[in-house]
């Protein structure tokens, strides 16, 4: 089962960035590199709703509210996978849980699809 670890949440004032990372682990060695790796987010009273993926060898996709102000990317090295968030607005103000699947058909959008979620931080940003 793979374990993941946000970190990097916290309170931003509107127009500014924040850096988002989470950490992939499994307890037995085996690659973390293939594994499609999301950014969901879930503010007060709302469904939990996607914000970027990363697939395959590195393609992207973006929900349309953030894109053009966030960057999903990866470091295979080192597990993990950041959310670089520019121009940061209040609506933009969830947790943020990261997301791991593998061999997963269908689209990277559906919540469901995702065998693994960490913890989530939140992400607060005021005007």
């Known amino acids: 089962q793979v374990q993941l670890v946000e970190s990097g949440g916290g309170l931003v004032q509107a127009g500014g960035p924040l850096k988002l990372s989470c950490v992939a682990s499994?307890?037995?060695?085996?690659?973390?590199?293939?594994?499609?790796r999301g950014w969901f987010r879930q503010a007060p009273g709302k469904e939990r709703e996607f914000v970027a993926a990363?697939?395959?060898?590195?393609?992207?996709d973006y929900a349309d509210s953030v894109k053009g102000r966030f960057t999903i990317s990866r470091d295979n090295a080192k597990n993990t996978v950041y959310l670089e968030m520019n121009s940061l607005k209040p609506e933009d103000t969830a947790v943020y849980y990261c997301?791991?699947?593998?061999?997963?058909?269908?689209?990277?959008?559906?919540?469901?699809?995702?065998?693994?979620w960490g913890q989530g931080t939140q992400v607060t940003v005021s005007l």
């Open positions: 499994r307890p037995r060695f085996s690659s973390l590199s293939s594994l499609d």
């Open positions: 990363i697939i395959g060898i590195g393609g992207t």
């Open positions: 997301a791991a699947r593998s061999g997963a058909t269908g689209s990277q959008r559906l919540r469901d699809s995702y065998a693994a």
